[in-house]
């Protein structure tokens, strides 16, 4: 069952809302203006001080554990004592991190993904995607990615088949004669959906592969269900 976090926000905020809508994936958010009547309070609070009326009310919730979303000056004269605050522009990653670590609840935020590509669009938009969900270590190269191996051991790697120098298979391959590595699992990342070259990935007995231009939440999905599977 997923930790309830109550979000009082008397006014719409782009920045605080989308934020909130992030973190339903791991906690059940309860939507709540400050006039409302609340009669069970859960352990977390959000509050949106966009417009925020409701000070007093808040300073009475002492066995809750109080965020603040807002400017910096908003979060310096709400007056809330204890209150913790998360300032624009919020990191919806490391805010998940920090509830799940309060709750208890480890989630998925505590997979570590090692993304290897050498397209460095790829490379941000697949960090930025997935660092909502998974702490994501970049390597632009198989020679990097082999070095951030050495003093890091992630839950995943995403590996890009095509690379200069040192290409997918090759990395594979190192991984896979190194005892510290060799039962990482590894999905490759790949350009190409003929049936040759997917035979090509296929002999290599990856735990598994996918298209470099699926959409982000079908990558999500993917790799949410190799999770879940293991």
Not at 75 to 93: L, Y
Not at 188 to 216: C, Q, R, V, W, Y
Request: hydrophobic share 40%.
């Amino acid at each position: 069952m997923k930790e309830k976090i109550l979000y009082v926000s008397d006014r719409p905020s782009m920045g605080a809302d989308m934020l909130m809508k992030s973190l339903g994936d791991s906690f059940e958010v309860m939507n709540v203006r400050s006039g409302d009547e609340v009669k069970h309070v859960p352990g977390i609070v959000m509050v949106n001080l966009a417009g925020f009326e409701g000070a007093d009310k808040v300073r009475n919730l002492t066995t809750a554990k109080v965020f603040l979303l807002g400017t910096q000056a908003e979060i310096d004269s709400a007056g809330i004592t204890g209150a913790t605050g998360i300032a624009k522009p919020f990191n919806a990653a490391e805010v998940k991190a920090k509830l799940l670590s309060l709750s208890g609840n480890t989630g998925d935020i505590q997979r570590t993904i090692l993304l290897v590509d050498d397209d460095a669009v790829m490379i941000r938009t697949l960090r930025e995607g997935l660092s909502t969900s998974y702490k994501v270590l970049p390597a632009n190269s198989g020679a990097n990615a082999l070095k951030i191996l050495s003093r890091a051991k992630p839950d995943l790697i995403l590996l890009d088949y095509e690379m200069p120098e040192m290409n997918g298979p090759q990395v594979f391959e190192s991984l896979r004669n190194n005892p510290d590595t060799a039962k990482i699992p590894v999905m490759f990342l790949t350009a190409k959906n003929d049936s040759e070259s997917i035979a090509k990935i296929e002999t290599l007995k990856p735990e598994g592969h996918m298209m470099k231009t699926l959409p982000l939440r079908e990558i999500k999905d993917m790799i949410q269900k190799f999770f879940d599977g293991k």
